[in-house]
T-cell receptor
Framework: QKEVEQNSGPLSVPEGAIASLNCTYSDRGSQSFFWYRQYSGKSPELIMSIYSNGDKEDGRFTAQLNKASQYVSLLIRDSQPSDSATYLCAVNMRGGGNKLTFGTGTQLKVEL | DAGVTQSPTHLIKTRGQQVTLRCSPKSGHDTVSWYQQALGQGPQFIFQYYEEEERQRGNFPDRFSGHQFPNYSSELNVNALLLGDSALYLC??????????????FGDGTRLSIL
């Protein structure tokens, strides 16, 4: 079992729709969770961090964390073509300090 | 406020050579982590430096080594380059090393190609 798992996609959504990206992790003791956006050929850009169960909203983005089920998700409302990118889920696992363990990323395509 | 800066942006080497990549952390940050990202994969943790010492290391061979300077900047050295070392090398900085510290911010990366 991979430590952090994401569906590689591509996930295609029409412009204006809600995009839902999911991530599961193996270590129940994980403490911090992050979503990074990565455009092709560029470096990862932090878009959301979440540390406790529940929802955290920032503009069009909502991160959701359920530690009991060991999943974290990212919702993007009113998706725009500029949101087309690969979204990386990253986790600080127990005992790992602030070392990040990444999933392979989900490619999102927002279509006109 | 300067973000994380990396140099060079691109580098082409041949097998067996050695390479040094450089990173300056975001202003106010004291911890530097290095990641390797192969095409189509998520970044893989190489190691982390804090207070000029290697604090954590990922599953990478000893050919990969690093250094942190008193001004918090860092270098990644790779010896005896292999074709498989071709990747995007990312530097990330943060404040402190605990699991609940501020999130890591990445530089633009160095694209290393091995011929």
């Amino acid at each position: 079992q991979k430590e952090v798992e994401q569906n590689s996609g591509p996930l295609s959504v029409p412009e204006g729709a809600i995009a839902s990206l999911n991530c599961t992790y193996s270590d129940r003791g994980s403490q911090s969770f992050f979503w990074y956006r990565q455009y092709s050929g560029k470096s990862p850009e932090l878009i959301m961090s979440i540390y406790s169960n529940g929802d955290k909203e920032d503009g069009r983005f909502t991160a959701q964390l359920n530690k009991a089920s060991q999943y974290v998700s990212l919702l993007i409302r009113d998706s725009q073509p500029s949101d087309s990118a690969t979204y990386l889920c990253a986790v600080n696992m127990r005992g790992g300090g602030n070392k990040l363990t990444f999933g392979t990323g989900t490619q999102l395509k927002v279509e006109l | 406020d300067a973000g994380v800066t990396q140099s060079p942006t691109h580098l082409i080497k041949t097998r067996g050579q050695q390479v040094t990549l450089r990173c300056s952390p975001k202003s106010g940050h004291d911890t530097v982590s290095w990641y390797q990202q192969a095409l189509g994969q998520g970044p893989q943790f190489i190691f982390q430096y804090y207070e000029e010492e290697e604090r954590q290391r990922g599953n990478f061979p000893d050919r990969f080594s690093g250094h942190q300077f008193p001004n918090y900047s860092s270098e990644l050295n790779v010896n005896a380059l292999l074709l498989g070392d071709s990747a995007l090398y990312l530097c990330a900085s943060s404040l402190g090393t605990g699991p609940l510290t501020w999130p890591q911010h990445f530089g633009d990366g160095t694209r290393l190609s091995i011929l």
